[in-house]
């Protein structure tokens, strides 16, 4: 872990949006509330999977906004120190691209440079 995850009084990439952050989580996680309630109340398998549908969507758009904060943030400011921090932040945000791309984080292959 490196220091800046563990320092509680960082400032992080996605700070100036925090509410806004939170707001649409809590958005989110009445969508989930909503779905388990649907399946409660044996609703239609398809009205089910609809919203299971915008609920990742909506997740998905948190996590594009969240790692677009840290590039522009916590990478940009690591690799304008240089070091071995930023070697770090650039791994850390390759891993998370391939999460949400789906794909594991593992290097096989060729690389096109």
């Known amino acids: 872990m490196t220091a800046e995850r563990s320092d509680f009084q960082a400032e992080r990439g996605y700070s100036a949006d925090k509410a806004a952050y939170q707001r649409r989580l809590r958005r989110i996680e009445g969508q989930i509330r909503g779905i388990a309630r649907m399946v409660d109340e044996d609703t239609y398998c398809i009205d089910i999977l609809t ?22 943030h916590c990478v940009r400011s690591a690799v304008a120190e240089g070091g071995a921090d930023a070697e770090v ?11 949400l791309a789906g794909r594991s984080s593992g290097r096989t292959g060729a690389r096109a440079d």
Request: proline residues 0%; hydrophobic residues 50%; aromatic residues 0%.
């Open 51 to 72: 919203q299971v549908s915008a609920a990742t969507k909506a997740l998905q758009a948190v996590a594009i906004g969240l790692l677009d904060d840290h590039l522009g």
């Open 89 to 99: 932040k650039l791994r850390e945000a390759s891993e998370a691209i391939a999460r």
